[in-house]
T-cell receptor
Framework: DTGVSQNPRHKITKRGQNVTFRCDPISEHNRLYWYRQTLGQGPEFLTYFQNEAQLEKSRLLSDRFSAERPKGSFSTLEIQRTEQGDSAMYLC??????????????FGSGTRLTVV | AQSVTQLGSHVSVSEGALVLLRCNYSSSVPPYLFWYVQYPNQGLQLLLKYTTGATLVKGINGFEAEFKKSETSFHLTKPSAHMSDAAEYFCAVMPNNNDMRFGAGTRLTVKP
């Protein structure tokens, strides 16, 4: 297992288009988190899953955003009708509910979205 | 709501000098506290964490941090800076077992 994998690494899209990002967590981890990071800021929590259940969503996650984790393994984050304000790094992290206190969250390298 | 404040968005030190990155949190109960490091175009890497037990915690790359409840602080230190320490550092608090909240970050520059 090579850690948390995110694809694509970079995405440039035109305003109004839909985009989808994928996150493959560490296989033993049952929790998966999405964060958004804008330039010069810390990551902001968007949503989190335990297995396939989406348990919490931030108010930052507008109706244009949707996240899924259909089989409790990989997750997708979709943004519909992208806006320039959506330009950011989207980070995925995973953890185990059993030992997160030992290992914390493991983050992927992120997907950088640029909306032009 | 729990939050994190990192004092100083940019810290510059000379190679071999002490590194001190400040973090204060607001919390009604003792939280779990973390420091992460981020290199350009990469994800976040865990440096160290405080959950329970000893208030002085040691992490990777020679970093350590001390949880001071009376000061609501969790400052990150390293006795001697190395050029490879140049990066963005984030303090984070976990108010419950669900999600982690991050500070705005401190960019560390190390001068030769």
């Amino acid at each position: 297992d090579t850690g948390v994998s995110q694809n694509p690494r970079h995405k440039i899209t035109k305003r109004g288009q839909n985009v989808t990002f994928r996150c493959d967590p560490i296989s033993e981890h049952n929790r998966l988190y999405w964060y958004r990071q804008t330039l010069g800021q810390g990551p902001e929590f968007l949503t989190y899953f335990q297995n396939e259940a989406q348990l919490e969503k931030s108010r930052l996650l507008s109706d244009r955003f949707s996240a899924e984790r259909p089989k409790g393994s990989f997750s997708t984050l979709e943004i519909q009708r992208t806006e320039q304000g959506d330009s950011a790094m989207y980070l995925c992290a995973s953890s185990s509910s059993g030992d997160w206190q030992i290992y914390g969250y493991t983050f992927g390298s992120g997907t950088r979205l640029t909306v032009v | 709501a729990q939050s994190v404040t990192q004092l100083g968005s940019h810290v510059s030190v000379s190679e071999g000098a002490l590194v001190l990155l400040r973090c204060n949190y607001s919390s009604s109960v003792p939280p779990y506290l973390f420091w992460y490091v981020q290199y350009p175009n990469q994800g976040l890497q865990l440096l160290l964490k405080y959950t329970t037990g000893a208030t002085l915690v040691k992490g990777i790359n020679g970093f350590e941090a001390e949880f001071k409840k009376s000061e609501t602080s969790f400052h990150l230190t390293k006795p001697s800076a190395h050029m490879s320490d140049a990066a963005e550092y984030f303090c984070a608090v976990m108010p419950n077992n669900n999600d982690m909240r991050f500070g705005a970050g401190t960019r560390l520059t190390v001068k030769p």
